[in-house]
């Protein structure tokens, strides 16, 4: 029941939301209704802003170790791959670095190798024990005391191995630092910034950054500022269009991605930042570029229009049709009581024409009502694009004799 009461509710919210349309396009009945004339007109919703282009992605560069510049290989506004150098390092300790690595990676070859013969050698003493003491020339314990040196020749093998593989490991990572010793660049795009300097010492927490990118610029991001009053006006379906101040005569066309709910302050104004994606793959446009932005969320030119406010006209006592069995199902449900059954009823119809796309309106013919589901288009302010269910010239009551314009 709440449910359907809340339909109900909604419905009764967006109808008293609808300004009325203007007065001299009104005519009121002798019974009071006042209706309109279905003509041709235009529906337009524009709300200006405010934006700015942003790179998709970009990136501060710094070395990832420390180290002297020997060379910088790239200038500003140059295009490049990722992965690509930007500038050579060098460290002048990273010699003296990779020569104790290697010298610890022979050491602890040759500590395995000394104890790998050491194992070998007891494994054999082992074995001639056994046999001297099938023969009843060596007792059971000097056989047990060789098995003893056995496991202890072989503990010592295992951790020499262990020894060896982290030396290796040592001496891999020395090599693979002093491979990567070099500045590259994080992504496909174009370096915006250069600071890096032959000579200049660097490390990774430098506040500074060596290098600035920016991702290529095949998209761009539309930063949008929409006016606190304009927000309600705008929703995920509306067309953006902008231009900027370098190409005035120009008009660009963006997808909205997103509108945010967080409110910005900025003194006594508040706006709202909705962000839109831009192809450029023209390559016309660069980020940091300054847009005169319109959110478009209605523009249908010479359209059939009635006022908003006809579509949710209903006559006095007006109910809703009802199956049978859902009329047996309501009154079952609301324990017989015709009030709530009127009001599921008519949530229930309100619901299917706000899924279907259409709503109900009412001609005056002959001085009598007559109903008409028609399918809506746009709208914006004052009007509805009609696009099925009525013609020219026909007559729509807007409201009845005891509302009033709101």
Partial sequence: MRALLLNICLAAALAGSVVACARKEEAPTKSGLVTFVATVGDIRDIVPATGALMSMAGADV???RAGVITAVLVTEGQTVRAGQVLATMEDPGRAAVEAEASANARSFSASLEEAQIALRSARLDLDRRRTLQRGGFVSAAAVETAEVETQRAQAAVDRARNQHQAAQARLMSVAAQAQTSDVRAPLDGKVTLVLAKVGQRVA???????FKTEAADTDLLLEIMIAETDIARVGPDSQVMFTVDAFPDIRNQATLESIGTAPIREGRFVSYRAVARYDNRAGVLTPGMTASVELIQADSRNVLRVPAQALSYRPPGYVAPLSDAQRKQLMKEYNNN???VRAAANGMEYGRHIRNGTRLVFLLKDGKL???EVRIGAQAGDYAEILSGISKGE?????????RSR
């Fill in 370 to 372: 007559e109903q008409r």
């Fill in 204 to 210: 990774p927490e430098d506040e500074r950054p060596l």
């Fill in 338 to 340: 015709e009030t709530y």
């Fill in 395 to 403: 007559v729509i009551v807007v409201r009845g004799a005891d509302e």
């Fill in 62 to 64: 710094r070395a990832s």
